[in-house]
């Protein structure tokens, strides 16, 4: 086996320019599969974040079935001391309780339907972008005031401003009449259309007293060190409520399926892009392997005549090309590797981004993620289609005639 991995070194630089050119494309399309890659992953992650740190997190305890079909009598019992707990699960885990219920909300002069959630004003701020949003006025500070931050369009559509009265009508968790008078203290714009059209925040020590709540919630959401530490993350959790009844742990993919789907869409049209690159480069490599073939095709009928079986020369054929195939995949695995670290470090900035993500404290730059898969992913589907490309070549050498091969020209 050594002497035939050094006759297949020696034969793919009898041509060294044509082998140079070949490596080089191999390189350059390996090394553009894991910038792509790399930065598209890391995109996102970045979108995902952004999202879930806007206000939902990046997981959330709630009672079961409560994700699916969202009813006010779904509650979690004692929410701020279970929040309070999972909070010591780590110095970066970061959890507040929530409470959510639909009302009809109106101003002086108009009336709106709108959810009405009950935040912890003093952790809200440390897993949702909400407080820092606020564009008139402050966020809420007393956990029993009677106050609330209305998002923007919807306090366009109420004509409500920072100071004025908003009065809220809807049922409470034991089927009791809930009606309360707020004062708008702040308005926010999360970036969010949806969110900034439906919704209030009021103190969720005011939310249990006007919904009949007790000291339930409808929900502890939880942001977890990063998305890759997402799965440690959770099953903590899991193991910490396994003595708890009617609480399940909901993870961003169930609280927001849509994001899933649409990444994984977006990712499977990325790779038909990269399947034409891989296509080309391997018919580049496919070129190369049958000019030598047919270069050489006198003294492959010497060698047929001499006794090595065409299956042989078929594998030689096979095994440069893997030399190639590898020499390519090592150079442009290093070098995607150091423009990924060095854009890891410094982050890609999005140009005319730079005002958005400061209004909404936002990063205006995109940071790749560099992990074993995206730095191999690609480049050893070029490999693979290389490989592949040169069994055309291959095959001519098992239909090869000796006598024919050493009459050719």
Request: charged share 15%; hydrophobic share 50%.
């Amino acid at each position: 086996m050594s002497l035939r991995l050094k006759l297949s070194w020696r034969n793919i630089w009898r041509q060294r320019r044509r082998t140079l050119l070949t490596v080089s494309a191999m390189v350059f399309s390996n090394v553009l599969l894991i910038f792509s890659i790399c930065l598209q992953l890391g995109s996102y992650d970045m979108m995902i974040n952004n999202t879930l740190r806007t206000f939902s997190g990046h997981m959330q305890v709630q009672h079961p079935g409560y994700n699916d079909n969202p009813r006010i009598r779904d509650r979690v019992a004692s929410v701020e001391s279970l929040a309070a707990e999972l909070r010591e699960l780590g110095p970066e885990v970061d959890s507040a309780a929530r409470a959510s219920a639909f009302a009809l909300v109106s101003s002086e002069e108009r009336s709106y339907g709108a959810q009405v959630l009950g935040v912890q004003p003093l952790f809200e701020g440390d897993l949702s972008t909400i407080p820092a949003a606020v564009i008139e006025g402050r966020f809420l500070q007393d956990n029993h005031a009677p106050e609330a931050v209305v998002g923007s369009i919807l306090a366009r559509n109420l004509k409500c401003g920072v100071g004025d009265e908003l009065v809220f009508l809807g049922s409470g968790a034991d089927g009791s009449f809930a009606a309360a008078v707020v004062t708008v203290v702040g308005i926010f714009e999360s970036g969010l259309p949806d969110l900034d059209r439906s919704t209030l925040e009021i103190p969720l020590g005011y939310f249990q007293e006007t919904f009949a709540m007790g000291d339930s919630g409808h929900s502890v959401a939880m942001v977890a060190p990063g998305l890759e530490q997402l799965a440690i993350t959770v099953g903590a959790v899991e193991q910490h409520l396994s003595g708890l009844d009617q609480v399940e742990v909901v993870d961003w993919e169930q609280l927001h399926p849509g994001m899933k789907q649409a990444i994984e869409a977006d990712f499977s049209s990325g790779w038909f892009i990269y399947i034409v690159l891989i296509v080309l480069v391997s018919l580049s490599v496919m070129n190369t392997q049958l000019m030598s073939v047919l270069e050489r095709t006198r003294e492959f009928g010497t060698i047929l005549a001499l006794g090595l079986r065409p299956g042989q020369l078929a594998g030689m054929v096979v095994l440069e090309t893997a030399l190639m195939g590898l020499l390519g995949l090592v150079v442009g695995v290093l070098l995607g590797a150091l423009l990924a670290l060095y854009l890891y470090e410094v982050g890609m900035p999005m140009p005319g981004m730079e005002e958005v993500a400061a209004k909404y404290n936002l990063s205006d730059r995109i940071f790749p993620e560099v992990s074993l898969s995206s730095l191999l992913m690609g480049p050893l589907a070029v490999f693979a289609g290389c490989i592949i490309a040169s069994l055309y070549p291959a095959l001519r050498l098992l239909r090869m005639k000796p006598v024919e091969a050493m009459r050719a020209i």
